[in-house]
């Protein structure tokens, strides 16, 4: 069979359906307009993702016979209360202890290179002094480089403060009528799609639910890893207990590479603040345990009806997602990875094959 044969085959096979064809044109539309607009419309982006989060209270409210505005109502200043804590005591504390760290950040240096000369003191086979001298070169060129960037953000969000400002008002709003209008936004962006869309509406409901299961989940996986992590690092004394808190409960955002790269941080201050010892293997035992029960006690539970997806196919959303929408990308990873695999499964195809229309049971 020629190349034009194999190609017009494959085409009536996938694409013979009308609404495979419509499908596929608003997927890339909207991939093409999240990729062009995408830093005009974060407000939005931002806003919707808040909206799905607190959809689910609205929900439960309504269920207990409270009336739709109310029920948004309500809910909207128990948002407004947590936004204003987050703006006025949350993050004032986690900025001071960052400008801490960043001035502690010398010290520190210096007593790494002082335990690296006793550790070549002790170990002269194994770790020779141009080792020793290459690895603080190059520590001390990523301090700088890290302290170049710490101060090229601070004048950036110096400069960026009317954005912030846009923020601030914007995203609350849009989340209220958000909230507010939903079943009417919906039902406007039913009305630009064909009357005809089966396979649409099907992927759509399949989506909703489990991207608002995925949001909610993972804001208060959020929660939880972060509180349970700020408690471990106050009871041990640990300084910048907040911000590492803070970088711990963020990490879980990104699956397998947030916990190794979070576990950077605490060592270093633990290792800093504690020096080698018994101290410092009890805080990194303790966050090893944060991390196992994270792993394999909460997300279970809080995730437990989302598509089972392999770890490669995750990090290599994370990957793909991440370079092109940066923080979104890596939040929206999973569930557009499960979207991609609703699409494979739920595609019409030419020849109907029964293992090929929904997707394998779980184990």
Known sequence: ???????????????????????LIVLVLGFAAVICLGRMLAPFFTALV????????????????????????VVFLIFLG???????????????????LV????????????????????????????????????AGREATQLGQRALTLSLASLGNLLGVIVYLVLVPILVFFLLKDRERLTLFLL???????VLMTRIWHEMDDQIANYIRGKAIEILIVGVVAFITFWAFGLPYSTLLALIVGLSVLVPYIGAAVATL?????????????????YVLLAYAVIQALDGNVLVPILFSEAVNLHPV?????????????????????????????????AWPRGVRDPGLRSPPAEQ
Not at 2 to 13: A, D, N, Q, S, V
Not at 103 to 132: C, K, N
């Open 265 to 281: 941080p605490v060592a270093a201050v633990a290792g800093f603040h504690f020096g080698i010892g018994d101290q410092l293997a």
């Open 191 to 197: 009305s630009l799609l064909p009357n005809k869309r």
């Open 103 to 138: 001035q502690e950040a010398p010290r520190m240096f210096a007593s790494g290179q002082a335990w690296l000369d006793t550790l070549q003191s002790h170990y002269p086979t194994l770790i020779t002094p141009d080792q020793v001298e290459r690895w603080i070169a190059t």
């Open 313 to 345: 196919s995750i990090i290599l959303a994370v990957l793909f997602f991440g370079g092109i929408w940066g923080f979104w990308g890596v939040f929206f990873a999973i569930p557009l990875a499960t979207l991609i695999k609703a699409l494979v499964y």
């Open 82 to 100: 947590a936004l204003l804590a987050l703006a006025l005591v949350i993050m004032p504390l986690v900025w001071n202890q960052m400008v801490e």
């Open 50 to 73: 808040l909206a799905f989060l607190l959809e689910g209270v609205v929900a439960w409210l309504e269920r207990r016979g409270l009336p739709r505005l109310l029920s948004v109502l």
């Open 1 to 23: 069979m020629t190349m034009k044969g194999l190609f017009k085959g494959w085409m009536e096979r996938y694409f013979s359906d009308e609404e495979a064809v419509v499908l």
